[in-house]
Every structure is written in structure tokens, then in C-alpha cells.
């Protein structure tokens, strides 16, 4: 079946290190798209690629970055500049009009 | 900029309860409307969606109507169950140009369904 695989579902990160959570998806989409969900404040944008090797920053950019060197895979680096990296994030893809989420990752900083 | 706004929460009902949660948005263009859920400690599920003035989006029993005069897309459900609880999101894709396929959230609403 179709769908999109984010890992791992738990990470722990000491303050200013650098992590990585990737997110892979067989579905042949052209879109991924990176969201925070922080509680009482719904999802929002971090970045987001329409196609291979294109992305663009979302709402909430700073101290993240990402890449899509191929269609299947959006992975995305939290930095030792984001402020308050602990969070649920999730990663979506989109073929018109519908959407698929991954599970999510839980990142705590320690 | 686009923006969704949910009832404050969180709910609490019993069993068979009926269930409003009110969504209203502000958009340029003609957005899409969608309702979305999510169980602990898991990703997102859609729910229903609508997405042209006065469709009426519908799933598992829950109902949400497109209303352009009111910019609202509220969701109802006339009896819940206690295996609704969850947390529910009311998320747009705006119909402008420079949106670029991006949903935006409302807040979220937990809901708590006791037996």
C-alpha cells in the first residue's frame, strides 16, 4: 500500500546538535510539505517543495532546513539555531485535491 | 493572509451527544475546506471536505456545510461515540495564486467523549 513513512517516531536531542527526520513516500506525489504541531496552536508550515530539487520556506523557516534531491524523499534538519526545537512534526504529500500525512515525529530536546 | 479560527476547546459530552465545532475562515479567492483528525500520538486523517460554496462535506456521520455568506464549515455529528475522541482540525487550501497547495490550520479541538 501506498503512503508516507516518517522516521523514527521518538528522537531525543541534547541542546545544539543537529537532527535530522526524514520522511520517504511511494505515492508519486509531486508536493511534500513539512508541518509543527505545537499544542493549542494547530499545524503550521515550516517548508514545503512542489517539485525535485525546488523548496520553499513555509511560515516558520527559521532554524530548519530541508532538501529533495528525489521525488520520494523530504527530509528535514532541525538546526542548533531553532530556539525551541521540541515539538510533533509532520510531513505531508499532495497530488490534487487530496493530502497524506505521515505519522509524525516526536523531537525532545534534552 | 489566510486564516482559520476553531472554537475554543477542549469538548466534553456523553455518549450520543450531539457535536458542533465551529470553524470560520478568512480567504482570498475560492478555498477548499477540510476537516481533519487526529488520534494520540498519530499523523492526520481526513475527514470530510468541501470544496465550492454550499457543498456539504460528509463521513463516518459527520457533517460539515461550505458557507460562503458566513465564511464558516462547521462540523456536526448528531450522536458521537466514545471511539470519536480525538483531536479535530479545520484546515483550508487557499484558492489565490501564491497559496502553492499549502493547508492552513485552525487551532485544533480536543474532543472527549465519556461513556
Known amino acids: 500500500d501506498g503512503g508516507i513513512t516518517q522516521s523514527p517516531k521518538y528522537l531525543f536531542r541534547k541542546e545544539g546538535q543537529n537532527v535530522t527526520l526524514s520522511c520517504e513516500q511511494n505515492?508519486?506525489?509531486?508536493?511534500m510539505y513539512w508541518y509543527r504541531q505545537d499544542p493549542g496552536q494547530g499545524l503550521r508550515l515550516i517548508y514545503y517543495?512542489?517539485?525535485?530539487?525546488?523548496?520553499q520556506k513555509g511560515d516558520i523557516a527559521e532554524g530548519y532546513s530541508v532538501s529533495r534531491e528525489k521525488k520520494e524523499s523530504f527530509p528535514l534538519t532541525v538546526t542548533s539555531a531553532q530556539k525551541n526545537p521540541t515539538a510533533f512534526y509532520l510531513c505531508?504529500?499532495?497530488?490534487?485535491?487530496?493530502?497524506?500525512f505521515g505519522s509524525g515525529t516526536r523531537l525532545t530536546v534534552v | 493572509g489566510d486564516s482559520v479560527t476553531q472554537m475554543e476547546g477542549p469538548v466534553t459530552l456523553s455518549e450520543e451527544a450531539f457535536l458542533t465545532i465551529n470553524c470560520t475562515y478568512t480567504?482570498?479567492?475560492?478555498?477548499?475546506l477540510f476537516w481533519y483528525v487526529q488520534y494520540p500520538g498519530e499523523g492526520l486523517q481526513l475527514l470530510l471536505k468541501?470544496?465550492?460554496?454550499?457543498d456539504k462535506g460528509s463521513n463516518k456521520g459527520f457533517e460539515a456545510t461550505y458557507r460562503k455568506e458566513t465564511t464558516s464549515f462547521h462540523l456536526e455529528k448528531g450522536s458521537v461515540q466514545v471511539s470519536d475522541s480525538a483531536v479535530y482540525f479545520c484546515?483550508?487550501?487557499?484558492?489565490?495564486?501564491?497559496?502553492?497547495?499549502?493547508?492552513?490550520f485552525g487551532q485544533g479541538t480536543i474532543l472527549t467523549v465519556h461513556p
Open positions: 505531508a504529500s499532495k497530488r490534487d485535491p487530496d493530502y497524506t
Open positions: 505515492l508519486n506525489h509531486d508536493a
Open positions: 517543495s512542489q517539485i525535485v530539487n525546488d523548496f
Open positions: 480567504a482570498t479567492g475560492y478555498p477548499s
Open positions: 468541501a470544496t465550492k460554496a454550499d
Open positions: 484546515a483550508l487550501r487557499g484558492g489565490g495564486g501564491t497559496s502553492y497547495g499549502k493547508l492552513t
